[in-house]
Every structure is written in C-alpha cells, then in structure tokens.
C-alpha cells in the first residue's frame, strides 16, 4: 500500500512540474513598440512676397452729357485689353486646413481701346470724334479665405481696387484733322474687387499660381478740356475690369510642419 502511495505522489509531482517546464521553453522575447508615425504637411503660414503678369480687359461704355439738360446719348462701349506686370506683399495663417490673409497688390498696366462716337461719328465736313481709353495701373487690397490640400492651396479673394485711368478724344479718320488730339481727361478711379485662384508649393517656401480677378468701379462723369486747356464737354464712363495672372511667390518661414 505505501508503494502505491509513493508512486501516485510522484505522478502526480511531474504531472504539476509539466506545465511549469513547458511554459519556461515557450516564453516569447520581449519586442519593443513601434515609434508612432510622423507626417509632414505643408503650412502656408507665414509673410510672403512675389511678383505676377497677365493680361487684362476694361469694358467702357461712354455717355455724352448733354449741356444744360444733363440727358446722357450713348456714344458706345470698347474694350481696353493689354498686358500687365507687377507684385504683391502679404501675410497667411493656416488652422487645420483653412488658409485665411491678407495682400497688396500694385501693377503697371497697359490696357488700352477706342471706338468712333456713335454721336459724333463725322461726315467728311465735320469733325468726327474717336474715344478712346487707357488704364496704366491699378491697385488691390484683399482679403483672403483658402482651403489647403498640402501643398495646393484653393482662395478666394475680395476688397478694394484703384486703378489709373486716362481717357482721350481724337478726330476720326476720314474727317478733317483725322487723328489730332482734342480733349483729354485722367483720373484715379476707386472700386471693388473680387477673385479666386489656385496655388501650388513646388519648393520649399516657394509657390506659383494662377488667379482671376474682376474689378467693379461702376460710373463717373468726366470733364474733358482741349490741349489749350479749355473745357470741351463731358461723359458719363462706366467700366469693369478683368484680369488674369500668373503670380510667383517667395514664403518667409518654414516650409513644413510635423503632425503625428
């Protein structure tokens, strides 16, 4: 009888022993945790400078003020089209993917455009007029809301516009004095502006874009005087600019930003 006992205490002592030997050959090796991912995005923060160029398009139409009455005859409309150069200076700020700032923009232009007064268009005895307009810069003060996938930014733009105006009358071909200057007038003419354009960081703090700009200034009467000086009449002129440009920008700060 105490042989059985003995030899069931012993079977059952390895039996426990087992599990204890299998668990020390199976144990793993520690392995360390991955570091968590970084990904690095585009961050348009940040003060900029850059330089554009274009074209552009004034639509005019003028109005001949009768005297005394003020009743206005139209003497038709002709666009003003040409090219453009110049730069802009702002500043961006970006949260999450919202880009919002502020520019300013100042460009030489030459747009220029006439048409023979529908009025006075002459009839070989009289005197016919040609009216003809030119805008040689202009002016923008924006603010700006975007939206940034990385490093391709999508704006839309508004605010005010300035733009220098001159305006000419000269005698019409095919009348006596054909192209001699009549009366002239210039203004500075001040408006609305609105645009939208796409932009795209192709370097680290350098981007390039394209943008459309159109440029409300409504209408003005504008007193005309002969090259002696002497007041010839006067025209109610209204107009509206488009513009489209290719722009070039230089972004202090850093380029990138870390996010996890």
Known sequence: ??????????????????????????????????????????????FYVGINGGGGSAHKCWDFVTPVTGTLVGEGCHNATG??????VGYRWQSTSWVFGLEGQGNWADFSGDNVSLVFPGSGLVTGDRNRSRIDSFGLLTGHVGYAWNNVLFYVKGGGAVVGDKYDIYAAAGTPGAGALLASASETRWGAA???????????NWSVGVEYDHIFLGHRTINFTTPAGVFFGSDRIGQDVDIGLVR???RFGGPLVARY
């Open 1 to 46: 009888m105490k042989k059985v006992l003995a030899a069931a205490a012993g079977t059952l002592a390895l039996a426990l022993a087992a599990p204890a030997s299998a668990a020390d050959l199976a144990a793993r090796p520690y392995t360390k945790a991955p570091a968590p991912a970084v990904a690095t995005i585009y961050d348009w923060s940040g």
């Open 83 to 88: 090219g453009t150069v110049g730069g802009q």
């Open 194 to 204: 609105v645009g939208v354009g796409l932009e795209f960081g192709f370097a680290p």
């Open 248 to 250: 070039l920008n230089y």
